[in-house]
């Protein structure tokens, strides 16, 4: 997944800091990132920058939620609570078995973690 941001350092760190990411390659303006886990890897692209079609250059990560699945939801939300991550979605449970919550990269990349669970009878 290839995100167009206008500070790539930012969101790289955020990433590497906060969600697990390691870098793999970079440059001027490119942050290549992977998880351990094989979660989905992202490339970080700086708006402008002209490896990008010019159709693109100006776009930004707009409208673009990353969604991941995890299996303790709780444990999740305290070690970014912990770690003073901004949580601008609060954990919310929804009646179909959903819980989520959200916070926001530097950005303004929202990231969402999901955790699925039996809804109630």
């Given at each position: 997944m ?8 930012a969101s ?20 290549a ?7 989905a890897?992202?490339?970080?692209l ?9 159709e ?15 299996t303790?939801?709780d444990?999740v939300?305290?070690s ?9 979605l609060?954990?919310r449970?929804?009646s ?16 969402q ?9």
């Open positions: 290839s995100l167009t941001v206008d500070d790539v350092v790289r760190d955020f990433l590497t800091s906060h969600l697990g990411y390691a870098t793999t390659t970079e440059a001027d303006g490119f942050a990132l992977r998880r351990e886990d094989e979660a890897d992202l490339v970080l700086r708006r402008g920058i002209e490896v990008l079609p010019e693109q250059r100006d776009q930004r990560a707009a409208g673009v939620i990353l969604a991941f699945t995890v303790d939801l444990a939300l305290a970014l609570v912990e770690a003073c991550v901004p949580i601008t609060p954990l449970e929804e179909w078995g959903e819980r989520l919550f959200q916070i926001t990269d530097p950005n303004g990349v929202v990231i973690f999901v955790e699925w669970v039996t809804p109630a009878a």
